[in-house]
């Protein structure tokens, strides 16, 4: 297996990890005492959208 495949594979493995924190994300903004913070949580939210987007494109399965 190349450097680059390694190296791939590693880069794989942490974008799982930030795909996980969206899911995490998302259970608190079910929370209703969120206030201001919320507009935090979306914006983290749609700015993962986006580098899920981003990546998908980048490194296709």
Sequence with gaps: MSDAQ?????????FKFIEG????LLRLLEQP???TLRIDVNQ???E?????DDF???FPD
């Design 6 to 14: 390694v190296d791939l594979n590693q880069l794989r493995d942490r």
């Design 21 to 24: 924190k969206r899911e995490v």
């Design 33 to 35: 005492d969120l206030g």
């Design 44 to 46: 983290a939210i749609e």
């Design 48 to 52: 993962i959208d986006e580098l899920i």
């Design 56 to 58: 998908k494109r980048t």
